[in-house]
């Protein structure tokens, strides 16, 4: 079992940054990728970007694409997600989820590739 929680959501305006965390506890050695999801009200959860926890490449969703950085200290056990250039869209519930299964790149994207999640924390974007 790998536990996951997340902070550092919060209350931003429009263009700012946040950094949002995600440490991980349990048998964090078998996890294999590392991905943050949102969901905002009425709507779908949906992919935001992933990293592979020993080789650290990173997938991105198009529309946080050069706005976001995830990054992960593996000593920590921790997940980052670096969120600038905030705008009102990116108002949601974020998600950390991890899974220790390697189902490829193609997989990465999808809520159903993880099986462990973290409760959610709250980013507000204010125009």
């Known amino acids: 079992q790998v536990q996951l929680v997340e902070s550092g959501g919060g209350l931003v305006q429009a263009g700012g940054s946040l950094t949002l965390s995600c440490a991980a506890s349990?048998?964090?050695?078998?996890?294999?990728?590392m991905g943050w999801f949102r969901q905002a009200p009425g709507k779908e959860r949906e992919f935001v970007a992933a990293i592979t926890w020993n080789g650290g490449g990173t997938y991105y969703a198009d529309s946080v694409k050069g706005r976001f950085t995830i990054s992960r200290d593996n000593a920590k056990n921790t997940g980052y997600l670096q969120l600038n250039s905030l705008k009102p869209e990116d108002t949601a519930v974020y998600y950390c989820?991890?899974?220790?299964?390697?189902?490829?790149?193609?997989?990465?994207?999808?809520?159903?590739?993880?099986?462990?999640w973290g409760q959610g924390t709250q980013v507000t974007v204010s125009s």
């Open positions: 989820a991890a899974h220790d299964v390697n189902f490829g790149n193609d997989w990465l994207r999808q809520t159903r590739a993880y099986n462990y």
């Open positions: 349990g048998r964090t050695f078998s996890m294999y990728v």
